[in-house]
């Protein structure tokens, strides 16, 4: 499955972005979906994952209450809406898939390129 994400910008602190990962192929109801992120000198970070129906998710910390993922397998999309954002938040995103239940980087099976978010304050 080759993934695609877009949505990303420059948006003040508190406001909101919504980004999409667009799924090639039809296999996309077998994957896991997640999203990371890298900020300049960071490791890359998991942020929130989603299950292959979609009514199981699971966050991150430190984007609980203040992010929501969710997917249509009918369209092959992955959704991240972003609300209350913070300078913090400030990142590359990269969507990715993977067959096992697992939240580690190295546990991907595909990623796609990222999307720039940028908060300023």
């Known amino acids: 499955v080759q993934l695609q994400a877009s949505g990303g910008g420059l948006v003040q602190a508190g406001g909101s972005l919504r980004l999409t990962c667009a799924a090639s192929g039809r296999t996309f109801s077998i994957y896991y979906m997640a999203w990371f992120r890298q900020a300049p000198g960071k490791e890359r970070e998991f942020v929130v994952a989603?299950?292959?129906?979609?009514?199981?998710?699971y966050y991150g910390d430190s984007v609980k209450s203040r992010f929501t993922i969710s997917r249509g397998n009918a369209e092959n999309t992955v959704f991240l809406q972003m609300n209350s954002l913070k300078p913090e938040d400030t990142a590359l995103y990269y969507c990715?898939?993977?067959?096992?239940?697992?939240?580690?980087?190295?546990?991907?099976?595909?990623w796609g390129k990222g999307t720039q978010v940028t908060v300023s304050s």
């Open positions: 990715a898939a993977t067959r096992a239940i697992t939240i580690q980087v190295d546990g991907m099976d595909h």
């Open positions: 989603i299950s292959r129906s979609g009514r199981a998710t």
